[in-house]
């Protein structure tokens, strides 16, 4: 308000006009250094834990390998570790994602707050559910006003209309990795296939057996 920065231009943001108007000059530039190094940061962590994801849900222990609903292509790793059929998987959906809305930051955000902010309300949905069974009902209240705040902020940026996209992308999504999870006889472990495996390779080193 004390600025007078309101809407941003289509080549911009608000929190840029913000910065450069606070603080022009070579300060603004290491500002925007310092926003693309996050972002890529954040794009970092996508492409590990979404193909890392892949590669849980398509792994096998024991005898009847039972952990894994996926094919076992998605596993397949090279000697560092990545699932790199996953992170091509991953760099498509991406492309189509960036093409589809014409590299427009200012659309793409609006997904991305979507999908974002349905993650944080699961998250802190199911940190509200343990805390109430461990009866620690101080974390319970922090939690379940975490996801008031968090569900009242989706449901604005859902209101806009387009972000509906991401949620049904979403649900599609899990939907299918159930219906998996129900062919395959409902097996037990997946919810700890990433933990397990993470731990196995950190211990001797080598990928799990499918990789």
Known sequence: MHLRIGIPAPDSTQIADLAQRAAPGGLYGVFQIVTAMLLLSAASSSFQAGPG?????????????DAGILPAVWGITNRYHTPYWGVVLFLGVSAVVILAAGGQYQRLVLFYAVSVFMSF????????????QEHRYGHLTVNAVGAVAVAFVLAVNLLRGEPIASLAAALSIAAVLYRMWVKAGRPRGIRNAA??????????????ANG
């Open 53 to 65: 994801l892949l590669k849980a849900l398509a792994r096998r222990h024991g005898e009847r390998g």
């Open 121 to 132: 309300l699961a998250g802190l949905m199911a940190m509200a559910r343990f805390s109430g």
């Open 195 to 208: 933990a397990e495996a993470e731990g196995k390779e950190a211990a001797t080193g080598v990928p799990p």
